[in-house]
């Protein structure tokens, strides 16, 4: 038997949660766009650089206001974040690079198909996670969008034009 939903999970989102959402969703929208122009004047290493300056400094008041202190609690933890950093710092860099040589649209489109992956190596992971028969539908349909959007470059003699325009 389920359990009955509390009635703060069943209270409307305020209207400033809409506002701050909507807000994230347009930052996020315009990401690849602005990155796209960033990269007609900048590198893509330059264009990561400033990006995780300014993320640093802000995050870096944000802490300062509230009182949080930065440092990791553990090594264990400290080398942990070292490596998160690495390959954040990878991603990003290759993000940029490809970028470079690609629609904005489309490569918020590459970003976007994550789940397929993670769903991949979820499957490689030690403690394989169960996906659902449902799961599986949604990612098909969702992979069937992408091949719908990517479907006027889908040709034989497109070779990897697709990718490039």
Known sequence: ?????SSQEQASMPVIAVLIALGL???????????????TAFPPLLCGAFAFTLSSIT???????????????????????CISAVL????????????????????????????????IFNRLSPKKERISRGQIIGLCIAFMGVLIVFSDRLTPQAGVSWVLS
């Open 88 to 119: 954040f710092i990878l991603f990003n860099a290759t993000a940029l690079i490809g970028l470079k040589f690609t629609l904005a649209s489309r490569a918020s489109i590459f970003l976007a198909i994550h789940p397929f992956f993670v769903v």
């Open 59 to 81: 995050l870096w008041i944000y802490a300062q206001v509230c009182s949080i202190n930065l440092q990791p609690p553990s090594r264990l933890v400290w080398r942990s974040h």
């Open 25 to 39: 969703y347009i930052l996020f929208g315009g990401n690849q766009v602005a990155s796209k122009v960033t990269l």
């Open 1 to 5: 038997m389920k359990d009955p939903i």
